[in-house]
T-cell receptor
Framework: GQSLEQPSEVTAVEGAIVQINCTYQ??????LSWYQQHDGGAPTFLSY????GLEETGRFSSFLSRSDSYGYLLLQELQMKDSASYFC?????????FGTGTRLQVFP | NAGVTQTPKFRILKIGQSMTLQCTQD?????MYWYRQDPGMGLKLIYY???????DKGEVPNGYNVSRSTTEDFPLRLELAAPSQTSVYFC????????????FGPGTRLTVT
């Protein structure tokens, strides 16, 4: 079977750093992606890790450890606009398998 | 580029009715996908296509059908709508299988009563 686990909700204050974890169990693995989705909106791509290590894109970073079947998304200098749901997704040949998402609420 | 467009934005169906959700992309992407997202949940893959004339089932294909006659269009057909199909439907596309980014349309919010 295939499954991805994420915390259901995370809260933080503006300017803080937050880490959203994702553990996965899949029959095939080609990479771990992260998507952001604001309420009522469509998912938008944030980052992708195919190899172990840290990928940095501005305030967002993503990490992957294939041996631990684990990754995380790190959001720095949080802003109110970062309040959204964040999904990890595993690429399995032609498809993406999505986690159930982590709702991030940023407070002033 | 308009990207991925979906119509309609909203629709209410009665049980047993049928409808087609339209999806068009203008990025010349080979791969297209249909997902459904239930409230507070992740996206579940319904069907996908790796090119014109080729489609395959995803995780939750029952109650749906698709076709891919052109690169641009990937309509999703609901036959005999049921309340369990109440959901938000997203269409997405990517250039190749190795493309790690999928581009999503704005979604269709469907209610079946």
């Amino acid at each position: 079977g295939q499954s991805l686990e994420q915390p259901s909700e995370v809260t933080a204050v503006e300017g803080a750093i937050v880490q959203i974890n994702c553990t996965y169990q899949t029959s095939g693995f080609y990479g771990l992606s992260w998507y952001q989705q604001h309420d009522g909106g469509a998912p938008t791509f944030l980052s992708y890790n195919a190899l172990d290590g840290l990928e940095e894109t501005g305030r967002f970073s993503s990490f992957l450890s294939r041996s631990d079947s684990y990754g995380y998304l790190l959001l720095q200098e949080l802003q109110m606009k970062d309040s959204a749901s964040y999904f990890c997704a595993v690429r399995n040949t032609d498809k993406l398998i999505f986690g159930t998402g982590t709702r991030l609420q940023v407070f002033p | 580029n308009a990207g991925v467009t979906q119509t309609p934005k909203f629709r209410i169906l009665k049980i047993g009715q049928s409808m087609t959700l339209q999806c068009t992309q203008d990025m010349n992407h080979n791969y297209m996908y249909w997902y459904r997202q239930d409230p507070g949940m992740g996206l579940k893959l319904i069907y996908y296509s790796v090119g014109a004339g080729i489609t395959d089932k995803g995780e939750v294909p029952n109650g749906y059908n698709v076709s891919r006659s052109t690169t641009e269009d990937f309509p999703l057909r609901l036959e005999l709508a049921a309340p369990s199909q109440t959901s938000v439907y997203f269409c997405a596309s990517s250039y190749t299988r190795d493309s790690y980014e999928q581009y999503f349309g704005p979604g269709t919010r469907l209610t079946v009563t």
